[in-house]
């Protein structure tokens, strides 16, 4: 993809407020400036904002506080991407729908995430193990035990996964359409869709039925230090141009950025 020109560096800003394991996905960096935004007093797990974040910088923003929403605001009218993972339509009530987003800024790619899509439950909670349940996965997979049959699960958080590939999918394809047309454009995804997918496509017995995966080669390691301690993690499955994507910073505290574009 081409540099994109009002970024100083270069590398496309992207405004990030995702938790979770469809965050570290739809998060990957790529070589972006990304900053990720929460709210005061709902923190994310430590395991899992470190999985999330590196290659970010992490702020704590109220919303409700008409100074920080400005502030907010700001740094919006400034993004190249902005993907936000809540509930449909539950940023409206700050001017931060996606509607919103999209007028005051016409080259902003719009990604939006949640568990239910547009449909009935749209305003419920949810979460991967809570969507596999619901759309019959935990059925499909259960199995007859010492205490009987009792539902199951995929081994991975597989819908958080493949939604989140899906969406960065998504931002990178309306990046480079931008760059012919100048106009931005918006990519909205569910896990609950993603499951209807997969499930479409069919699936293999759960292990136990007469079906063994075969084994997975053992991952390669990486090691960097951070605030955190020394980490030792898996890089992202990616490659650019033929190589595999590496992460090049380490995650930071949580809330310890400025809600400002290329400050630490």
């Not at 993809?1 to 979770?20: F, T, Y």
């Not at 996905?25 to 972006?32: N, S, V």
């Not at 305003?123 to 059925?139: L, M, N, P, T, W």
């Not at 990616?238 to 595999?244: E, F, R, S």
Request: glycine content about 14%; some cysteine.
């Amino acid at each position: 993809m081409d540099p994109l020109p009002h970024a100083p560096s270069g590398k496309p800003r992207s405004l990030d407020r995702a938790e979770g394991v469809r965050g570290i996905i739809r998060g990957t960096p790529l070589g972006a400036d990304v900053l990720r935004i929460d709210p005061p007093g709902l923190p994310e797990l430590t395991d899992a904002f470190i999985d999330c974040g590196f290659d970010k910088r992490s702020v704590v923003a109220d919303f409700s506080v008409p100074s920080v929403l400005d502030e907010v605001r700001a740094v919006v009218a400034r993004a190249d991407v902005v993907v936000t993972g809540y509930r449909s339509g539950s940023l409206k009530r700050f001017g931060l729908g996606t509607g919103d987003l999209a007028r005051d800024n016409g080259g902003l790619v719009v990604a939006t995430l949640n568990a239910w899509g547009t449909g009935p439950w749209q305003k419920r909670r949810g979460f991967d193990s809570i969507v596999q349940a619901a759309c019959g996965i935990a059925a499909d997979y259960g199995s007859d035990g010492d205490a009987g049959w009792r539902p199951g699960a995929l081994p991975v958080q597989a819908l958080d996964h493949a939604t989140g590939y899906g969406l960065a999918a998504a931002i990178l394809g309306l990046l480079a359409e931008r760059t012919r047309t100048g106009r931005g454009g918006v990519a909205t995804m569910s896990l609950v869709r993603t499951a209807e997918e997969l499930l479409g496509a069919g699936f293999l017995p759960a292990p136990g039925r007469g079906h063994e995966p075969e084994p997975l080669p053992e991952p390669g390691y990486h090691g960097m230090e951070s605030v955190h301690g020394h980490l030792r993690f898996v890089g992202p499955p990616l490659l650019a141009d033929g190589v595999p994507v590496t992460y090049t910073r380490a995650p930071v505290a949580y809330g310890s950025s400025q809600l400002l574009w290329g400050k630490a």
